[in-house]
């Protein structure tokens, strides 16, 4: 019972970086329409970020963070401008195939400044006075400081951006934007601002969460691809568009991939998810929490 416990917080660690980058991909869809293959690129960044912040610059944690912030923010704005102002009046297989284009030119562009090599962050945990007065043992569970600062991280980002989209006006545009995007613009909601938005907040999630993660993992070019798999698996189990479906699927997906590792084959983890895709897709292909649509 002991180690099922540890199993389940561990996948809880990793559940929680889903969590962080498909909320951002469900908003963009959501909002926009925009289906965004270079999602994990964001994610990418995020983690080289956090590691120039604070193995180069000497950055502390928080200042490192709000670096990271503007860095995945920038990236929103360019990936808007790409993908979504100049092809929101075509077919939306273009910005589908300019996603592809943009995830390309992410992945060289890091290739050349960091180079080909993995690189991990190196978070020293006694400089930081509240993460450093966190406990390691829960019970029968082990979770280090590193491990334990991203579900914390998660539940605050996601608790901020609740009442951000419930109570303030820039929410209601966006949440206006989602339900009617002509009536929106009836009732003078700014779409363009509303499209940046939605984007940059978007990215700094997966930025975030890319440089949570390379504190535990490696970051290189091509890490975003997996997790953006991963990160459409978590939209599509909880509902494209449905933002606390992405929270309570991403938490789903990584417990049952920590628990397929455990008991079943470290190698089958990644294969889980997709054949609970497949069976979703065919049994509920509003997945969770998203509603059912008749096509025209």
């Known amino acids: 019972m002991d180690l099922f416990l540890q199993y389940v917080a561990n996948g809880v660690v990793t559940g929680s970086t889903y969590v962080l980058v498909a909320v951002g991909l469900t908003l963009i869809f959501g909002i926009l329409g925009v289906v965004n ?68 030119a992410l992945q060289n562009a890091a290739l050349v400044v960091m180079g080909p090599q993995p690189q991990r962050l190196n978070l020293d945990v006694s400089r930081i006075p509240i993460l450093s007065s966190i406990p390691t043992d829960f019970g029968p569970v082990f979770l280090p400081q590193q491990r334990t600062l991203i ?9 901020v951006l609740y009442v951000v989209l419930k109570y303030t006006w820039t929410g209601r545009s966006l949440r206006a934007m ?18 940046v938005v939605t984007f940059m907040v978007g990215a700094g999630l997966a930025g975030i969460a890319g440089m949570l993660m390379s504190s535990i993992f490696f ?61 979703v897709l065919l049994f509920r292909p509003q997945g969770l929490f998203g509603k059912a649509a008749e096509r025209s």
């Open 37 to 104: 293959f270079a999602h994990g690129e964001f994610y990418m960044i995020g983690g080289y970020a956090g590691i120039l912040a604070i193995t180069l610059l000497k950055l502390p944690v928080f200042a490192a963070i709000a670096l990271v912030l503007a860095a995945a923010a920038v990236v929103g704005l360019l990936a808007e401008a790409i993908l979504h102002k100049p092809l929101k009046s075509h077919d939306a297989t273009n910005s589908i195939i300019s996603s592809f284009g943009l995830a390309v």
């Open 151 to 159: 579900p914390l991280t998660m539940v605050i980002l996601i608790g």
């Open 178 to 195: 989602a339900q009617h995007p002509t009536v929106a613009r009836l009732c003078g909601v700014r779409v363009q601002s509303v499209a």
């Open 219 to 279: 970051v290189y070019p091509v890490v975003g691809n997996m997790i953006a798999l991963k990160a459409f698996t978590v939209v599509i189990l909880g509902g494209m568009g449905s933002v606390a479906g992405a929270a309570v699927a991403g938490l789903l997906l990584g417990i049952t991939e920590s628990l397929t590792s455990a008991y079943l084959a470290n190698g089958m983890r990644d294969i889980v998810g997709f054949v609970i895709v497949i069976l």
